[in-house]
């Protein structure tokens, strides 16, 4: 992944990726499940853990930086539900417990353009705990990655890009936890925003007074 992202700074793009400031809003659904990084025994965990959903909402800003690259950050709100059965189990059958959590999260991105408005991401996450602490799995307060893929559809001024995507919660938490568990989610992103192209009026002006030079030149 990083190799792709880096390499249009010697393989440029000539294709038009409607660069400028950019404004608008966006939302999330998906798939989450918890997931240990440390193989230690730990009495009493909960595990396993079941994959549940995940919903998210938020706005975003982004600014191209250099050749086919842009930046975006996107401030979220994001609801959790997650599955999980007590370890030893309380009762003969096979029983499925349920708990949800909320996060704000800020996440950071680079998106680099392919053909055809195609693209790839990877970025950053500060997730900050919301709404209370979550009782059986570990605040995801932290630092996180995510990585992704999609395409932008533009209509005029406005740009609507459909990414799915992944990301891994809390890689580095804010407070140290004996379960060391993560929130792993993979989810489908739709956001619409509004692109204001720099300069655009500045250009048709330059065009149309060097259409009038050439014209006067060859008379």
Known sequence: ML?????????PQDRDTAGGFRAGVNGFGGWNLPVRMT???????????HGNQTWSGGISFSWMVAGNYRMEVA???????????????IYDEKMIYTETFELL???????????????????????????????????QSGLGISLGAGREFRV??????????AELH???????EDNQQ??????????????????????????????????????
């Open 170 to 176: 809390s890689v580095v938490p804010f407070e140290s």
């Open 75 to 89: 401030p979220r709100y994001s609801w959790h539900k997650t599955g999980f059965e007590l370890s030893p189990p």
């Open 39 to 49: 193989d230690r025994y730990i009495p009493e965990e909960t595990s396993p853990w």
């Open 182 to 219: 993560r929130l792993f989610l993979g989810a489908l992103r739709i956001g619409i925003s509004y692109n204001w192209k720099r300069g655009t009026e500045a250009e048709n002006v330059n065009d149309e007074l060097n259409k009038t030079i050439i014209r006067e030149g060859a008379e």
């Open 156 to 165: 005029k001024n406005f740009v609507i890009d459909v990414s799915p995507f």
């Open 3 to 11: 190799c792709v992202l880096t390499s249009g700074l010697v393989y």
């Open 105 to 139: 999260s800020v996440p950071l991105s680079l998106k680099r353009y392919l053909d055809d408005f195609l693209f790839i991401s990877a970025g950053t996450i500060v997730d900050f705990t919301f709404g209370g602490k979550p009782e059986w799995i570990d605040p």
